[in-house]
């Protein structure tokens, strides 16, 4: 069995990360989400081990002394962490996985892991991102205020990702993200551990 791909996606907040990925889950079944760890409460309709794994603050200082994350943020005020053993096992086992983080999540992870495929997520524009995060009416103006002054600085870190995935027509945005995923695999260096591909590839007849 090959190792699965690893994708790291990171969006400003409010670009549509979240909903793409998820259509992108419901599409293909060898594609998987590594559920994060984080101190933040959880939201209307989350639910712990699905969305997240919701822990307290003396439980994620553990995790890190023990050195059980492959990455690991600060983000308005709460903490987030990718485990090391859940993303393996998933790769392990074929699956190719996606981390949904920030930023500074998929720098520490590409600095261990080069090979990781970065997708970032950008909205139309400042005003539209503006639009969606009222919408949700989940945040104060104040919060929202502040998301959009965190997403300009999100958004200046697209370019060291690979790939870029502009959300104004989601439906364009899915099928650009799935396009993405296919194309990964189609890697020499993922199709080389199917051994009908070795075999072919080394044909001297």
């Not at 400003?12 to 992108?24: C, D, E, F, L, R």
């Not at 103006?141 to 990702?161: G, N, T, V, W, Y």
Request: proline fraction near 3%; avoid cysteine.
């Amino acid at each position: 069995m090959h190792t699965g791909n690893l994708f790291l996606v990171s969006a400003p907040s409010g670009a549509g990360k979240t909903s793409i990925v998820n259509a992108a889950l419901a599409a293909d079944a060898k594609l998987v989400v590594a559920v994060s760890h984080t101190t933040r409460p959880a939201r209307g309709g989350e639910v712990d081990g699905k969305n997240y794994h919701f822990i307290g603050d003396e439980r994620f200082s553990q995790m890190i002394d023990s050195a059980e994350f492959l990455e690991h943020a600060n983000v308005f005020g709460n903490r987030y962490g990718t485990s090391k053993a859940e993303v393996a096992n998933k790769r392990e086992q074929g699956q190719d996985v996606i981390l949904e983080i920030d930023w500074q999540g998929a720098q520490q992870v590409r600095q261990a892991m080069p090979q990781a495929t970065g997708i970032f997520i950008l909205p139309p524009s400042v005003e539209a991102l503006g639009e969606r995060l009222t919408s949700r009416g989940e945040d104060t103006q104040e919060s929202i205020a502040k998301r959009l002054s965190e997403a300009k600085l999100d958004m200046s870190q697209a370019q060291h990702f690979d790939y870029l995935v502009v959300n104004e027509d989601f439906d364009t945005a899915i099928q650009d993200f799935v396009a993405i995923v296919r194309a990964a695999r189609l890697q020499k260096t993922v199709q080389l551990q199917q051994p009908a591909v070795q075999a072919l590839v080394h044909f001297d007849g």
